[in-house]
């Protein structure tokens, strides 16, 4: 494990050499949470103002590659993969409900000492941020969320079934359960995703660890991890913006509008052409969004 100052200078130099959609993406620090081991790293100069990056289901930090080497150049990045995805920990029993990440994040705040971040979170993770800021007290300076999952009723048709029989599918195949996991993630995006970063998106759950991990998140996921802030959104006193691939098949812009009309002073950012994974839909239009939206804040 290298150093921070090693690691600092690796971030660095990723963030300037290596192309946007380069696999080299690469989590090196590790961070043990109550739900098993959280791989992280930080992008960017220590000393600038602190961004916290949330990815969501079945996603990992890598979606946000492109942005977080953006925003790199003004502020201080941390990516993180939440337990359960990407290169952290995946384990039997391990719990990865949106009750546990919420947890796991306010906890990863304190460890790395930041006190009011802004935040940018995406899909699950903005559950994430929003269940950590209302129930556990994480400040935020500001928050804007991605197309997330904040209002019922959420999960589609083959969410709902994976749910009520993870254990069926989880023992599919190895082929037949990479094919799944392949067009279920393709259908995340609206223009479509090249072979390369679809690659990348679904390896974390090919192998046999994986496929039942994969199934392990959808079989807690549970819409009373909304429901219990979705009365609490009036009570959000920070900047936000909520931002909308207007092209999402998975959450329909309109749930975009309306959770900005339940956080008072929120702005709502429609992004034309991208589907639900705008990150890899439009990355430029996300990222210009973000900026002007950290700028207008206070260091």
């Known amino acids: 494990m290298p ?34 081991d959280v791989r992280w790293d930080r992008l960017g100069e220590p000393g600038r103002p602190p961004v916290v990056l949330l990815h969501g289901t079945p996603f990992s930090s890598y979606v946000w590659r492109a942005v977080a080497c953006s925003l790199a150049r003004d502020h201080e990045v941390y990516v993180w993969d ?15 409900s949106l009750a546990a990440q919420g ?17 940018a979170a995406h899909d699950f993770g903005g559950a994430v941020a929003l269940r950590a800021h209302l129930l556990h007290g994480a400040r935020y300076r500001a928050l804007a ?22 254990d069926v599918f989880e023992r599919l195949p190895p082929a037949l359960h990479g094919a799944l996991v392949r ?21 974390p759950w090919l192998d046999g660890t994986g496929q039942a991990a994969f199934y392990r998140q959808i079989a807690q996921a ?8 979705q009365g609490r959104y009036a009570d ?34 429609p992004i034309a052409g991208a589907g639900h994974l705008v990150q890899e839909d439009a990355p430029a239009q996300l990222t210009a969004a973000l900026i002007a939206f950290l700028q207008r804040q206070p260091h």
Do not use: N
Request: hydrophobic share 40%; aromatic share 10%; net charge negative.
């Open 145 to 166: 969320l991605v197309d997330p999952v904040a209002l019922a009723p959420w999960g589609s048709p083959f969410f709902r079934l994976v749910g009520e029989h993870a």
């Open 222 to 229: 549970d819409q009373r991890y909304t429901d219990e802030i």
């Open 3 to 36: 150093t921070d100052a090693e690691t600092d200078i690796d971030a660095e130099t990723h963030i300037y050499a290596e192309p946007a959609a380069d696999a080299g993406w690469k989590l090196t620090r590790t961070f043990t949470s109550t739900s098993g």
């Open 236 to 269: 959000i006193g920070i900047p936000t913006l909520v931002c909308w691939g207007e092209d999402d098949t998975w959450i329909p812009v309109a749930k975009g509008r309306e959770l900005a009309s339940l956080v008072p002073g929120a702005r709502f950012e």
């Open 183 to 203: 067009e279920y993630v393709t259908s995340a995006s609206s223009p479509g995703l090249h072979p390369a970063v679809l690659d990348r998106l679904v390896e």
């Open 103 to 119: 947890r796991v994040f306010t906890d990863l705040l304190g460890h790395w000492g930041l006190q009011e971040p802004l935040v």
């Open 82 to 96: 939440m337990p359960g995805y990407g290169t952290s920990e995946k384990a039997t029993g391990q719990d990865v």
